[in-house]
């Protein structure tokens, strides 16, 4: 039985696939070196060479991960997890160094200051950065930052889930629009308050939108096959935490294990540890903290990613983000064929 939200009966629940769940067709291709393939983007006027962006948190960007993220093509955006002196620093420190650098703000208390403080370091892309973005505070947010800058300020917000929630950001004046509820690695929103969508699935949803925003597929990319997934779907950028967290450049301490290992900590901006130390108290607990193997360079990690997401344009025989969209074709795969995609001698025993 289905009990619909306007108390009727009935009705068919909706089937989402998740990156796991599909597979993209190998199609012919004329693309003789993957040199050929361009899978940049633009944003905020600028081209970027990868269409790749670090997430805003505590354990993933700050100067250091901005910097190696623009010297690869790619960008960070700078968490907000901090004092307005703190960040402003932090801009200050980019400036001129980076011709686009973007910081993550909040909705409520000191957010029309911090906007203010950070558009006057330097900061030209403001990150309205929400777990529940189709939200009035967000519709305010986007609108006043929208009167004061125009075109001067690109505005990225989110994150949202639906076509609808899509459309109606872009209609408040959303320039970039962050997609994905509760798929994050280290997220547990869907397990406390049972809300989500699979990130594949928004993708395929909001790609669907006739406004011009950008969509920045978010939350629960493993490998480089997910992202070119997200790509061909629709998504213009994809965003990445757990992927860029514990190398050199994000922020943290490296620790050394009993048997010589060496790890960082990587954790959800609503994880108890992370709101202890910024606010001081908890309210509903929608992460968790843990530690990831240390990788060395964010630089290695992204020039892997780059020969993954090359080598994905090509299978589908596409040289441009816009040739991959149009050509893609997507199967849905069994769990057998789930266990076949992986590398599976590895678990034979
Ligand atoms: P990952 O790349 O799968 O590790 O996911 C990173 C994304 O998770 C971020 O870009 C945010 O959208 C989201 N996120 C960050 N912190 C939290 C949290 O505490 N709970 C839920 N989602 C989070």
């Known amino acids: 039985m289905i009990i619909n939200g306007d108390g009727t009966i009935g009705g068919k629940i909706e089937e989402a696939v998740c990156f796991d769940d599909v597979l993209l067709k190998p199609q012919y291709s004329d693309i003789k070196s993957r040199s050929e393939v361009d899978i940049g983007n633009n944003l905020a006027g600028q081209h970027y060479y ?30 907000r997890y901090n004092t307005i002196d703190e960040q402003q620093k932090m801009i200050e420190t980019l400036y001129n160094q980076i011709s686009n650098i973007a910081v993550a703000i909040g909705v409520s208390d000191d957010f029309k200051e911090r906007a203010t403080a950070c558009v006057a370091s330097g900061a030209s892309t403001l990150c309205i950065d929400v777990a529940h973005g189709h ?14 800058y125009g075109e001067k300020v690109h505005v990225m917000a989110g994150n949202v ?42 993708v395929i949803d909001c790609a669907k939108t ?4 950008l969509l920045i597929a978010d939350g629960g990319f493993k490998v480089s096959g997910d992202v070119v997934k997200a790509l061909a779907a629709g998504a213009d950028f994809v965003m990445l935490g757990s992927m860029l967290a514990a190398t050199d450049e994000s922020p943290g301490e490296t620790y050394i294990s009993a048997d010589g290992k060496r790890y960082k900590v990587y954790r959800g901006m609503a994880s108890k540890e992370a709101q202890m130390e ?34 994905g344009f090509s299978y589908t025989g596409a040289r441009t983000l816009a040739e991959l969209q149009t050509k893609a074709e997507f199967i849905k795969q069994t769990s057998a064929g789930q266990a076949e995609s992986s590398t599976h001698i590895l678990r034979r025993k």
Not at 183 to 194: F, L, M, V
Request: net charge negative; charged share 20%.
């Open 278 to 311: 910024w606010r001081g108290k908890t309210a509903s607990l929608e992460g968790v903290s843990t530690t990831v193997p240390y990788k060395g360079s964010v630089e290695l990690v992204l020039a892997e990613l780059e020969q993954g997401i090359r080598s």
């Open 161 to 202: 889930a639906t076509l609808k929630a899509f459309n109606d950001l872009a209609d408040w004046g959303a320039d970039s629009i962050r997609v994905g509820v509760g798929g994050g690695s280290i997220c547990s929103t869907r397990i406390q308050t049972g809300h989500g969508i699979p990130t594949l699935q928004s």
């Open 50 to 79: 990868l269409p790749i962006i670090s997430s805003p948190m505590d354990t993933v960007t700050e100067e250091a991960m901005c910097t190696a993220m623009a010297g690869r093509g790619g960008l960070g955006v700078i968490h």
């Open 135 to 148: 939200h009035t505070l967000v519709e305010e947010a986007i609108k006043t930052l929208k009167d004061k």
């Open 210 to 213: 006739d406004r011009n925003a």
